[in-house]
């Protein structure tokens, strides 16, 4: 059974930096293309970054393009987020998920980030 644990949430002042991680199990890591997405308080999840089962390919939200890279290591079946000059609109919780095709069907538990001002 699959399993996605994040880690590295916090709290951390505007233009501070945070680096999150998912460390899966229960699966062949490097079949699946690996996500970030992010639910704000009141708001609906959406979609941070992803990155392709290889790692050579990704996708920001434009939101975030230029300020945070998700990066892999399949040896260590791990996936991060390195958030540089956050902004306190990217407080939300953070998951992880994976995906094989046909959908974002695994999620983690959610990591909190609090970015205060």
């Known amino acids: 059974q699959m399993q996605l644990v994040e880690s590295g949430g916090g709290l951390v002042q505007a233009g501070g930096s945070l680096r999150i991680t998912c460390t899966a199990s229960?699966?062949?890591?490097?079949?699946?293309?690996m996500g970030w997405f992010r639910q704000g308080p009141g708001k609906e999840r959406e979609v941070v970054s992803h990155i392709s089962p290889s790692g050579t390919s990704t996708y920001y939200a434009d939101s975030v393009k230029g300020r945070f890279t998700i990066s892999r290591d399949n040896a260590k079946n791990t996936v991060y987020l390195q958030m540089n000059s956050l902004k306190v609109e990217d407080t939300a919780t953070y998951y992880c998920a994976a995906t094989i095709g046909g959908g974002w069907n695994d999620w983690g538990q959610g990591t909190q980030v609090t970015v205060s001002s």
């Open positions: 229960g699966l062949i890591f490097e079949d699946y293309s």
